[in-house]
């Protein structure tokens, strides 16, 4: 009798789990300034002309959208100068509508291109030596054609002098995506593009895509295009991830 009484709490117990998996299956959330964001009507489109891959999330008084140029793996970057990818989030809480979006605007670097857009040659006269490449110091000095200012990046550098690539030092104000940054010293030619700013990037990558579901993460920070003073400059969403959602043709 203990024995099918036991089977019996197995069994239930089992079924429970079997329940729980289900319902989150497929899932989408996130924390938005903090504070858990879980999509109750989530939708994935997919357009057939260009493959690229939107995806709709709805709970209470809040929307968000994510836009991705491609279903493809890999990750996608927010805030740049591709506006096929993007990401806006709405809300009207207490009457109070709201619509932020990963616009390109003017701030700090967040992010400058993985590939130069010149390399330039001669920067390994400052230089240190390290696993075959030449560690160029953390506060390389830039100019750029626009407004920006007191950007300085950590440079990585060939054995011919060429810069390889970089990485942030000082994010400086005033520059926005697509800016050309020229890096000083070495022969003064090599020359690297910002990605985004702070206040307005982020990413989603896209980890899995069946073609009948797809699944992913995504982070990022949008400006307030609404021009409503009752919400803040800007909001963000952090640790954000969508699971197996089913794609359907866009509309």
């Known amino acids: 009798m203990k024995k099918i009484v036991s089977l019996i709490v197995i069994s239930v117990a089992f079924l429970s789990c079997t329940t729980d998996v289900k319902f989150n299956n497929p899932g989408f959330q996130a924390y938005r300034d903090g504070v858990l ?11 057939a002309s260009t493959g690229a891959i939107s995806l ?23 805030g740049t100068t591709d506006a096929t990818t993007n990401a806006t989030y709405s809300s009207t809480f207490n009457s109070v509508p709201l619509l932020y979006k990963t616009n390109v605007i003017y701030g700090p670097v967040a992010k400058m291109t993985s590939y130069m857009f010149s390399g330039g040659a001669s920067y390994v006269s400052d230089c240190t ?15 750029n054609t626009g407004n920006g200012i007191g950007l300085t990046l950590s440079v990585i550098a060939n054995a011919s002098g060429a810069v ?29 593009t910002v990605l985004n700013v702070e206040g307005s990037n982020g990413e989603i990558s896209i980890s899995e895509n069946t073609g009948d579901t797809v699944s992913g993460s995504f982070k990022f920070n949008a400006i307030n295009v609404s021009g409503n003073p009752l919400g803040g400059e800007q909001v963000n969403f952090q640790y954000g991830t969508f699971y197996k959602l089913p794609v359907q043709p866009a509309p």
Not at 37 to 47: L, Q, T
Not at 62 to 76: D, K, W
Not at 129 to 143: D, K
């Open 37 to 47: 964001f879980r999509g109750v009507d989530v939708k994935a489109y997919k357009s």
């Open 129 to 143: 030596q390290v696993n075959g490449e030449y560690v160029c110091g953390n506060s390389h000095p830039t100019t």
């Open 164 to 192: 390889t690539s970089v990485k942030v030092a000082s994010p400086g104000n005033g520059y926005k995506s697509g800016d050309v940054i020229t890096i000083v010293g070495g022969d003064g030619n090599a020359k690297i």
């Open 56 to 78: 709709v999330a709805l709970a209470q008084d809040e929307q968000l959208t994510l836009n991705v140029a491609s279903g493809a793996f890999g990750t996608y970057y927010l």
